[in-house]
């Protein structure tokens, strides 16, 4: 509370009348600063129903107020839990509110697409992703907030949507081996057999 008084030229005791705790003045900080993200949201995704821009939409709102209020959002990365007495609890449950969105669209997505991803993984995945930008963010390298949205919903759809393990067909039971195979499984097996005897020759010299 002294570092906040002597950076906004308040005194500490006008401090304390007006919000009367640090834990207070936390508390105020996180619930404008997730209030405000879930309204944008909400607004924002109305703009569209495919489900591939709607996830693009959630990372560029993300990512904007993110980069606009970078030393906010390091203050409530690092003071997440230390809302006690009740007041941590309001918090919790506008994050939840933004995360079931999140999950929401991810859901969407697999529906339209016919995907197989856990949608769970796909939402923390994502947030790992926007939520340490003030660590390295430079605009200069970097660029605007579009930009780096518009990279990043590339990463992250293109892992999602492409990174699904592929199903190998398994081969008919009445199609025949090629002459290929068939040399190369006959190789493979003469070479386990020769393993088998020299294991078995070095083991009775040793005993």
């Not at 495919?50 to 690092?78: A, T």
């Not at 067909?169 to 190789?187: D, I, L, R």
């Amino acid at each position: 509370m002294r570092d906040l008084s002597r950076a906004s030229g308040m005194s500490l005791a006008g401090l304390y009348h007006y919000f009367g705790s640090k834990e207070r003045l936390l508390y105020l900080i996180q619930k404008q600063t997730f209030t405000t993200i879930l309204k944008q949201l909400t607004t924002r995704l109305d703009e569209s129903t495919e489900p591939e821009q709607r996830i693009r939409i959630f990372i560029l709102n993300h990512l904007e107020y993110f980069l606009v209020n970078q030393q906010g959002m390091k203050v409530l990365s690092h003071e997440d839990e230390a809302l006690k007495n009740g007041l941590g609890s309001e918090i919790a449950t506008i994050k939840r509110e933004y995360y079931r969105i999140c999950l929401g669209l991810m859901e969407a997505l697999k529906r339209k697409r016919g995907l197989d991803f856990d949608a769970r993984t796909a939402v923390m995945s994502l947030f790992g992703m926007t939520n340490w930008i003030y660590t390295w963010y430079n605009r200069r390298v970097d660029g605007s907030a579009e930009e780096l949205a518009q990279r990043m919903g590339d990463i992250f759809l293109r892992g999602v949507i492409s990174g699904q393990s592929p199903r190998r067909a398994a081969m008919p039971s009445n199609k025949k081996a090629s002459p290929a195979t068939k040399s190369f499984e006959g190789a493979r097996l003469q070479a386990r057999r020769n393993g088998k005897s020299k294991s078995k020759a070095g083991f009775s010299r040793r005993h």
